[in-house]
């Protein structure tokens, strides 16, 4: 069992930055796979980015690549997110997800991911 938090959201202009910090606790934190997903209101929870348990590769979502960095400190058991050039669309509630799953096409899909954090809100304004 791992506990995920979540913190680093707040209010940014649009094109502005924000690094979030999921901090793990529980068991060793290599072991998982760590993602980030996002829901904004009225919308379902979507992938937003991904990272295996060495950080050896990522995966991003079309919405953010190229704006987002995922990075993660196994030493600190913590991983990043790592936001530039925001947009009002990146508006919503950003949540830390991880699994000892195997790092595959899965990991788009909330339903692989079973540990979850409490969320938290970055509002873009414009």
């Known amino acids: 069992q791992v506990q995920l938090v979540e913190s680093g959201g707040g209010l940014v202009q649009a094109g502005g930055s924000l690094r979030l910090s999921c901090e793990a606790s529980?068991?060793?934190?290599?072991?998982?796979?760590v993602a980030w997903f996002r829901q904004a209101p009225g919308k379902e929870r979507d992938f937003a980015a991904a990272i295996t348990r060495s950080g050896g590769a990522t995966s991003y979502a079309d919405s953010v690549k190229g704006r987002f960095t995922i990075s993660r400190d196994n030493a600190k058991n913590t991983v990043y997110l790592q936001m530039n050039s925001l947009k009002p669309e990146d508006t919503a509630i950003y949540y830390c997800?991880?699994?000892?799953?195997?790092?595959?096409?899965?990991?788009?899909?909330?339903?692989?991911?079973?540990?979850w954090g409490q969320g938290t809100q970055v509002t873009v304004s414009s």
């Open positions: 529980g068991r060793t934190f290599s072991g998982y796979i």
């Open positions: 997800a991880a699994d000892e799953a195997t790092y595959s096409s899965d990991i788009y899909d909330r339903r692989t991911w079973k540990f």
